[in-house]
T-cell receptor
Framework: DAGVIQSPRHEVTEMGQEVTLRCKPI?????LFWYRQTMMRGLELLIY????????DSGMPEDRFSAKMPNASFSTLKIQPSEPRDSAVYFC?????????????FGDGTRLSIL | RKEVEQDPGPFNVPEGATVAFNCTYS??????FFWYRQDCRKEPKLLMS???SGNEDGRFTAQLNRASQYISLLIRDSKLSDSATYLC???????????FGSGTRLQVQP
C-alpha cells in the first residue's frame, strides 16, 4: 500500500519566493497533519484537518503560512513570501478515526532551504 | 518549560547493553502516549504505544506513571540497528495532534 506521499522531496529557493508543499494522505485516512522539524525547535505541529476541515491551526507561525485541503486525497502548505527562518523539514502525516487512537503515518518529508 | 522533556543524549552503548530513556510531560490532560523512532534524515515512525499497565514488544518495554507524568522506554540486548533518535510523544484529550519531545539519540557501538 502507498504511504503518505509528499512532494517535492527537496526545495531550494530564494527568500521572497512562494513555496508550495504537497501531500497525499493514505487512502481512507480522515486526519491530515502538517509538522515542521528544525534543530532548534524539534518537531512541532503546524495545522491539522479532519474530513478536509481545518481543526487546529494554532501552530501556524504567521500569516505567511497557509494550508488547504480541497479534497480527501490532497493538501497543500504554502509559504508566501518565504524567509530563511522557514528552512526546515516539513512532514505531512495522516491517520484514521476508529474510535481508538490510531498511529499517525508520516511521509518522507520535504527538506526546504530558503536562501 | 517544554511540554515534553527528554534527555537529548547521546547515549553511547555497546551491543548487547540495556539502555533506558526517560521522559516527562507537563500537561495532565495528556491522554495517549507513544514512542517514535527517527533515523537520520528520515521520517518518524511509531515504535510502540504506551499503556498505563506497561507493555512489552520483544526487546522493548514501555512504562507510564500518570501520577508522576513520567514515561520510560527500556531496550534490552541492544543491536546496532537500534541506533536512532527516540522521540517521546503525547496526545492531549480531545486533540488529535501529537506533541513531540526533542528526542534522545542512541548510538549502539560494536
Amino acid at each position: 500500500d502507498a504511504g503518505v506521499i509528499q512532494s517535492p522531496r527537496h526545495e531550494v529557493t530564494e527568500m521572497g519566493q512562494e513555496v508550495t508543499l504537497r501531500c497525499k494522505p493514505i487512502s481512507g485516512h480522515d486526519y491530515l497533519f502538517w509538522y515542521r522539524q528544525t534543530m532548534m525547535r524539534g518537531l512541532e505541529l503546524l495545522i491539522y484537518f479532519n474530513n478536509n476541515v481545518p481543526i487546529d491551526d494554532s501552530g501556524m507561525p504567521e500569516d505567511r503560512f497557509s494550508a488547504k485541503m480541497p479534497n480527501a486525497s490532497f493538501s497543500t502548505l504554502k509559504i508566501q513570501p518565504s524567509e530563511p527562518r522557514d528552512s526546515a523539514v516539513y512532514f505531512c502525516a495522516s491517520s484514521f478515526d476508529s474510535g481508538l487512537v490510531q498511529p499517525q503515518h508520516f511521509g518522507d518529508g520535504t527538506r526546504l532551504s530558503i536562501l | 518549560r517544554k511540554e515534553v522533556e527528554q534527555d537529548p543524549g547521546p547515549f553511547n552503548v555497546p551491543e548487547g547493553a540495556t539502555v533506558a530513556f526517560n521522559c516527562t510531560y507537563s500537561n495532565s490532560a495528556s491522554q495517549s502516549f507513544f514512542w517514535y523512532r527517527q533515523d537520520c534524515r528520515k521520517e518518524p515512525k511509531l515504535l510502540m504505544s504506551v499503556y498505563s499497565s506497561g507493555n512489552e514488544d520483544g526487546r522493548f518495554t514501555a512504562q507510564l506513571n500518570r501520577a508522576s507524568q513520567y514515561i520510560s522506554l527500556l531496550i534490552r540486548d541492544s543491536k546496532l540497528s537500534d541506533s536512532a533518535t527516540y522521540l517521546c510523544v503525547v496526545m492531549d484529550t480531545g486533540r488529535r495532534a501529537l506533541t513531540f519531545g526533542s528526542g534522545t539519540r542512541l548510538q549502539v557501538q560494536p
